[in-house]
């Protein structure tokens, strides 16, 4: 049965349940899990060998959730926030690309272009390590730059290599590879300096790039850059 998820803490402190019973992304995750573990164990003589594929399913009525982002407002006000702040530049460019947390910790040197002023998305980085490739199949794309954002991306690229970076470019203050944990507490301290009344995380940031540009853009283009084989859910604000 669509059990309820357990309340949690937010990054400032404040408990919160989003939803009384659990998504159908989420479902369709745990379902997949559940079918890889079975044949790995299938396979080695742990139990018979079943077609779960048919014994689980997902119910069609299964809440699709929407990610709270920021307002149009609140965009603006984090692309135009200037401070000494190190991970500044790092949300900027996840705010104003769209890109997943993960893919922009694994930019390297080699993965951003000067000439079309693109990042080649050929990796991305989690707490298993770097997985060559991407998230999915449609992972691996080529992200444009906004062009206010230019001066960023090429000033933290000086930045990483003045810092004899090990290739990252979106690195840490010791040019070594940065992970999710320091740019969510960099996001939360923006927040608070830049005045942003909505609390959102790393992930949000790419909806909320997503919901403000989906208008403008064709469908079959907002597919190659956000790297989906179909329509990302908007947020709401």
């Not at 272009?113 to 050929?122: G, K, M």
Request: hydrophobic share 35%.
């Amino acid at each position: 049965s669509n059990a309820k998820p357990l309340i949690r803490t937010g990054a400032r402190g404040k408990e919160f349940s989003k939803t009384d019973t659990l998504s159908k992304k989420y479902l369709t995750h745990l379902k997949s899990c559940c079918i890889s573990f079975h044949r790995w164990a299938a396979a080695h003589d742990y139990c018979r060998a079943l077609d779960l594929s048919r014994e689980l399913y997902v119910p069609a009525d299964a809440p699709v959730h929407e990610r709270t982002i920021l307002t149009k407002e609140d965009y603006k006000k984090l692309l135009s926030y200037e401070s000494d702040l190190f991970y500044l530049p790092h949300i900027k460019v996840l705010a104003g690309t769209g890109m997943r947390p993960s893919e922009l910790i694994g930019l390297r040197f080699e993965d951003y272009d000067e000439e079309s002023h693109s990042f080649f998305i050929r990796r991305s980085v989690t707490r298993d390590g770097v997985r060559e490739g991407g998230k999915t199949k449609n992972a691996a794309r080529v992200v444009p730059v906004l062009s206010s954002l230019i001066p960023t991306v090429e000033s933290m690229i000086e930045k990483a290599k003045s810092l004899h970076s090990t290739g990252w470019i979106f690195c840490n203050p010791a040019g070594m590879m940065c992970n999710q944990v320091v740019l969510r507490r960099g996001l939360v301290r923006i927040e608070k300096e830049a005045g942003i009344d909505t609390a959102v995380t790393l992930y949000s940031l790419r909806h909320s790039f997503y919901t403000h540009v989906e208008s403008e853009m064709p469908p079959r283009l907002l597919k190659l850059i956000f790297g989906h084989s179909d329509a990302m859910p908007r947020g709401v604000y």
